[in-house]
């Protein structure tokens, strides 16, 4: 599970802290362990399929949660929101396989290295805390370009601040 | 408040029926045998070390013998039916009430079964909302603005919650008593905490996070000077330490059988039976009524008036079976084992560089949860780490989110003891945070 990869993001993780200026800001619990992660997002670009400009965030929690904000920070920030929407479902998918998943690497990068959690029930919710927070802020950042109060996306552990 | 530390009930230290000295107060490797669970492997072919009772215990082959004589020879609905089966069910049911009720030195009439001790403090909560409306009898039970509910900040939330949402439906205040730095009550301030507007103090009688064995019988004395009610959280205490009712102080004790080697999906509320004799109902249905109209209905006495719908009648006969198994190892030598296996964790824990024990480093007033913080790897992380070796620990806050605020930690890992567990089991578990502190560590990590 302990993939060396996962111990480098935790160890030394990617675009972490909370920068200026964003769209729009989340923070989530996993309730069971305390675990938190407050989360910016920032877009820009067409209005069709905006750009995430950037994705900060600030993570307390074990090496799998930390490490997998950090990696889909990386692979995320620059893409649009439609991409990045269809690495994210790439990730749930791995995280709901039990093991027995054959992950794209050429959609996932270093997301693939979490397969292995995706064996311990107990720790999938690690994994998509930062995924979880980030579709929700950008569900909001939007919500905002729109002008409208958009409902978040569903997440039975979230909890906003 | 003045020390009155023999009036203290189940005192950790006084160890008072222990094995001579030179023999160990319980023979391990005897009760091992009892339960089947601890003969299976688990990750990586490795034995099973279970350090996770204080979440929920194991069950020895006589309780679960005792639930399957029950539902393969007596089985049926109690307090209804005019059938035979109907009556030895009857039977069965309350002739485990009286066997929990000797277990705590307690009258059966003073028994409520529940699903949990969660439930037990819910019932209290609700039947307390539900005083205003009740009649006179009920209304030393009633709370309102200006009146206070007193807890403390090293509660499980299932001893806190529902005090904060009886405030909240009533308008009464919460308080509570802050802990110190080693995990003990800050008990400084409790002539003002503990004052007139003072209705109910809701204390642990035994810290599922540190351990800590407050003086509940000393808080109790004040609190009932001030004419307020005492609920004991005893879900910690009950399963490992002797506990007298006729000598705990508090006026409700609260626990669960899944802790104390007994069947999930039963608790138990003990009051004094003029508190139960007062107290408006808080689940209301069948089997605890008196006469039903369509324009009203009265109930029964205690303890069927808590007891709607048809009860767990062969969890109560597991019940009963796990107090006989506790009584025949004797709950002092029970008490002895954990202290011996505490004092090694303690010892163990508290000498290794990068570990620090949340609670007091000695046995004094304190049972066997042992919850510690790595510095630099995350709960999740050092109990996956001990689970690859086999070795089951909690990790997370421990549903007492506000003590580990309090405490300064995020989260913690988690080892509590019981009966099965050994010396060596304590070793290796330091051994395996060794191996987390060697994988994790090296360069500095991120993790608080």
Redesign the interface.
Known sequence: MYQEIILEHYRRPLHAGLREPFDAQVQHVNPTCGDEVTLRVSLNGADGDPALADVSYEALGCSISQASASVMADMIIGKTVGEAMAISEEFLKLMQSRGEAEPDESVLGDAVAFEGVSKYPSRIKCALLGWMAWKDATARALGERAGTAVAAGHNGDREQS | MTAQREMISGDVTTGAAVAPVGRAPLDVEAVRRDFPILGRAVRGGNDLIYLDSGATSQKPRQVLDAERDYYTTRNAAPHRGAHLLGEEATDAYENSRARIAAFLHASPGEIVFTKSATESVNLVAYAMSNAATFGPEARRFAVGPGDEVLVTEAEHHANLVPWQQLCERTGATLRWFGVRPDGRLDLSNADELINSRTKLVAVTHQSNVTGVVPPVAEIAAAAHAHGALVVADGAQSVPHQPVDVTRLGADFLVFSGHKMLGPSGIGVLWARRELLEAMPPFITGGSMIEVVRMEGSTFLPPPARFEAGVPAAAQAVGLAAACDYLDALGMSNVAAHEEALTAHALKALSGMSGVRVLGPLDTDHRGGAVSFVVDGI????VG?VLDELGIAVR???HCA?PL?RALGA??STRATFYVYNSLDEVDALADGIRQAQE??GG??????
């Open positions: 995350h709960p999740h992380d996956q990790t997370g806050h989110w580990h995020q989260a994988f994790f360069e500095s990590a991120g993790a608080a």
